[in-house]
């Protein structure tokens, strides 16, 4: 996966007003509480991106 692919996934994944995930009312017509699954997944994604960019590859 890209990066710019996470992104798009925040972008589109917000909190609704009723605390729902818009992203997956609007794709899949699903309740869902946010943050769902995919705004997890991409966020994590992100955080091990950053972390491993930070440590510079150091084990």
Not at 13 to 31: I, T, V
Request: hydrophobic share 40%.
């Amino acid at each position: 996966m890209k990066n710019d692919q996470e992104h798009a996934i925040l972008a589109v994944h917000g909190r609704g007003l009723d605390g729902m995930c818009a992203g997956c009312r609007a794709w899949w017509s699903r309740l869902a509480p946010y943050p769902c699954w995919q705004v997890e997944w991409a966020t994590s994604r992100q955080a091990r991106t950053s972390v491993a960019r930070f440590l510079g590859g150091v084990r």
